[in-house]
């Protein structure tokens, strides 16, 4: 259906399409009960009485989070969980500008991955941001052929290797990812076709501009792109709702995954959907 409406030059999905898109993604997000709890939210911004309730169920929800991300450090005597402030582009120091470290928590992201709807084997993960290597460790589990972590920060990447080496002893996968030191509005990203995974890396106005670089890039090199969004900022939501070359592949309330690229034949990724799933 998506790339039908490409070809069509339609690819901005009408508005209740998106809505039942919306409502079906609501109900793909269970890991620590992510749909109960946005109902409970959404319920306790009219019904004053939920309001507690929603409070209490979130401090539960977020408790049992931490607990989780903790977990696989425990598991793996890996170091992600521990949070820090870091610049968001090069140049400048903390105190000009910066945006917090924080890893992905392993339920989210499996869920997140399992429910994108293409064969995972044809396409390389790039994590924007990786950080302490989290998402690289967890990406090892699905079958991309090809695993990319860009970060600003040298001293992130260093904790993120030791991290790779403890992942490796403790779970015997191979799992050899290319670490870039780079700011990822000034990198080249490679021809190929590529899963952008983005744990909400940067602030809204350098996110928006990291996603258009991806769109463009994808259009000039008719590679197949995947951008994979927690939690985009600002504007990315209606930039990537609203450009005719992006097709909603999964929305939630809490992640988006669209799939980017055109050539000659129509939408890569919407074939390879129709294809493969
Ligand atoms: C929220 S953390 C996500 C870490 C990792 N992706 C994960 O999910 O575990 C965001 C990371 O983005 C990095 N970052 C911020 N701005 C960046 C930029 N312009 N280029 C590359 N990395 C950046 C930060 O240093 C930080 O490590």
Redesign the pocket.
């Known amino acids: 259906m998506a790339s039908e409406l490409l070809l069509e030059g339609k690819c901005c999905f009408a508005p209740w399409k998106r809505k039942y898109m919306q409502i079906q993604g609501l109900f793909l997000v269970r890991a620590h009960f992510g749909w109960v709890n946005f109902i409970v939210r959404k319920l306790s911004d009219r019904i004053r009485l939920t309001a507690r309730l929603a409070r209490w169920i979130n401090d539960v929800l977020s408790r049992r989070t931490e607990a989780r991300s903790l977990a696989f450090d425990l598991t793996h005597k890996t170091k992600?969980f521990e949070r820090g402030d870091?610049p968001?582009?090069e140049g400048l120091s903390v105190d000009e500008r910066c945006?917090?470290?924080?890893?992905?928590n392993q339920d989210f992201f499996r869920e997140i991955m399992r429910s994108v709807p293409v064969d995972l084997s044809s396409y390389s993960f790039i994590?924007?941001?990786?950080?302490?290597g989290?998402?690289l460790m967890l990406a090892s589990e699905f079958s991309f052929h090809h695993i990319i972590g860009?970060?600003?920060?040298g001293e992130?990447i260093d904790i993120g290797k030791r991290n790779v080496e403890c992942y490796h002893r403790s779970t015997r996968r191979i799992i050899d990812p290319e670490w870039v030191r780079?700011?990822?509005?000034r990198w080249k990203i490679p021809e190929e076709d590529a899963l952008f995974?983005f744990?909400?890396?940067?602030p809204k106005d350098?996110a928006l501009q990291a996603v258009q670089k991806i769109v463009e890039e994808s259009f000039k090199t008719s590679t197949r792109s995947i951008i994979v969004y927690r939690r985009p900022p600002g504007e990315v939501p209606r930039y990537l709702a609203m450009n005719p070359s992006c097709c909603p592949l999964r929305l939630s309330p809490y992640w988006e995954i669209y799939g980017v690229g055109l050539n000659k034949d129509g939408w890569l990724a919407g074939k390879a959907k129709n294809k493969e799933t």
Request: proline share 6%; no cysteine.
């Open positions: 992600t870091y968001v582009a945006w917090g470290y924080g890893p992905i994590d924007v941001g990786a950080g302490k989290a998402a860009v970060e600003l920060s992130l780079a700011d990822f509005l995974f744990n909400n890396p940067l350098i």
